[in-house]
């Protein structure tokens, strides 16, 4: 591009009011006009630069300022070489402002095949001259995307352990409220002053002390004692880790007693005691274990048993959410007791505590795999 072509450029972008471009333009007008003068002083100084010769004029420069070339006036020297200098600095200064804004130049002189009447400064790029660039690389969208994955991965399953629990927790609430009512309500059908008229084995089958309970709630399905239905025979984890006397981890099930799946996926079961008197009080066995929880084996290498006693008219356990959860007492299960005058949570750390669970906002259980002890 020549010095007319720079020129031409400039002027149209100081018209536009292009911040800076002003200030190259003035540079560039000054070095133009000094070179303008330049060549008329070697001009007069050597006629046999008429041929207009770029590198021509460079070296006669050159000479005269190493007083090689010999000059008809000598003031004119001088000059020269002051010229010389000043074309020097004011290129530099020019150079600097050049540099600092157009640090992405394009000259568009080679992609223009014909003349174009557009005035505007074509010095900057288009659409508004300064671009940049805001866009991501490929590998700065990876490097981010493979960030968030692992983030993820690690804050994920925490909260949605956290938001399960939430659920659970108010899950629980429900089906106690539902449980209670339901009795109460089946305690004011009989008349009765305690819980224990309406659990008395005496009286009433598990089936008949379940029945009386269940009408009074949503139930979809209804089963008996060996049925496949409400969630069939699965294991449900007892709430700390017991062996069962023969090297696995004891478990229970709601296969064995009388229950019912409620329109939430509750499922309720009622569990009679043989219980006698007015404080439900009834004597259990059950196996004789050594301080390692190892079954006590007679000579004949058969287990042996032991007899307690216990108190308590009747148990309702639930399950919150089926086969599906965690199947485990003291976070998804629960038992509670049906004594004579109140239903209280269960003291056996096995079953969970639903008072203690509901009072603190907080499960009692231990973590643990089903399978050896």
């Given amino acids: 591009m020549g010095e007319g072509r720079i020129l031409n450029e400039l002027a149209s972008c ?23 003068g330049l060549w008329s002083v070697l001009d007069f100084c ?21 007083n090689k070339v010999q000059l008809i006036a000598p003031y004119k020297t001088m000059y020269v070489i002051k010229v010389y200098k000043g074309i020097n600095e004011r290129m530099k200064i020019m150079k600097k ?8 130049f394009v000259m568009s002189e080679k992609s223009q095949t014909t003349p174009s009447s557009d005035t505007s400064c074509h010095l900057l790029p288009p659409m508004g001259r300064r671009q940049f660039s ?20 690690l804050t994920l399953p925490s909260l949605i352990a956290k938001y399960d629990e939430m659920v659970t927790m108010n899950k629980i609430k429900r089906s106690y409220s539902e449980i209670i009512n339901a009795v109460e309500m089946r305690k004011q059908e009989l008349g009765s002053s305690d819980y224990k008229d309406m659990f008395d084995p005496s009286v009433y089958t598990a089936e008949e002390m379940l029945d009386g309970i269940a009408k009074y709630l949503n139930v979809v399905e209804r089963c008996k004692i060996y049925d ?12 700390i880790k017991v062996n069962d006397g ?31 008197g007015n404080d439900c009080s009834y004597e259990y066995r059950f196996l004789a ?14 287990p042996t048993y032991k007899t307690s ?21 003291g976070y998804d299960n629960y038992k509670l007791l049906v004594m004579p005058a109140k239903l209280s949570g269960n003291s056996d750390e096995r079953f969970g505590n639903i008072f203690k669970t509901m009072r603190t906002g907080k499960f009692d259980y231990e973590k643990y795999q089903a399978g050896d002890f």
């Fill in 309 to 329: 006693t216990s108190r308590g008219c009747a148990s309702i356990s639930f399950d919150v959410d089926g086969v599906k959860g965690k199947n485990q007492y």
């Fill in 14 to 36: 100081k018209n536009s009011g292009e911040g800076g471009i002003s200030e190259v333009y003035n540079v560039l007008e000054e070095v133009s006009g000094v070179v303008r």
């Fill in 134 to 153: 805001f866009g991501f690389t490929l590998a700065e969208v990876l490097i981010t995307l493979g960030i968030i994955g692992v983030v993820a991965a």
């Fill in 246 to 276: 023969y090297g696995k981890t004891s478990s229970n099930s709601y296969f064995y007693n009388e229950r019912v799946l409620l329109n939430d996926g509750t499922i309720m079961a009622v569990s009679s005691l043989p219980w006698s």
């Fill in 97 to 104: 402002l050049l540099k600092k804004m157009f640090t992405n």
């Fill in 289 to 302: 274990k050594d301080e390692n929880g190892n079954a006590i084996l007679d000579a004949d290498n058969k």
């Fill in 46 to 66: 050597h006629p046999e630069l008429d041929s207009g010769s770029h590198s021509v004029m460079l070296n006669a420069v050159k000479n005269l300022k190493n």
């Fill in 228 to 239: 496949r239905g409400c969630g069939g025979k699965y294991a449900i984890k007892f709430g």
